[in-house]
Nanobody, 115 residues
Framework: QVQLVESGGGLVQPGGSLRLACATS????????MGWYRQAPGKQRELVAS???????DYADSVKGRFTISRDITKSTVYLQMNSLKSEDTAVYHC?????????WGQGTQVTVSS
């Protein structure tokens, strides 16, 4: 049984920071590429960051220099540190494999950036 459980979202002012966590179970964490995705109202879901099994990292241009993806293999958890948040970062954030596995989508965590 695969489960991906996101946490850490909330309401933050522009320029603030949040750290999201994605606790995984039921998957071979170390051999998969993991990604953080987000979907804003009225927009398509987009990949914002990914980390491969060998630790190669990639970011969407919109978050480069502000977001940092990392993982703790011992905890089977992927993190997304988000700094210098902007209103356009407001979205529901999900983690999943990359490429995505449709059945693995969790509830996500809401991030709202507003003053």
């Amino acid at each position: 049984q695969v489960q991906l459980v996101e946490s850490g979202g909330g309401l933050v002012q522009p320029g603030g920071s949040l750290r999201l966590a994605c606790a995984t179970s039921g998957i071979i964490f170390r051999v998969n590429t993991m990604g953080w995705y987000r979907q804003a109202p009225g927009k398509q879901r987009e990949l914002v960051a990914s980390i491969t099994r060998d630790g190669t990292i990639d970011y969407a241009d919109s978050v480069k220099g502000r977001f940092t993806i990392s993982r703790d293999i011992t905890k089977s958890t992927v993190y997304l540190q988000m700094n210098s948040l902007k209103s356009e970062d407001t979205a529901v954030y999900h983690c999943n494999l990359y490429p995505v596995v449709t059945n693995y989508w969790g509830q996500g965590t809401q991030v709202t950036v507003s003053s």
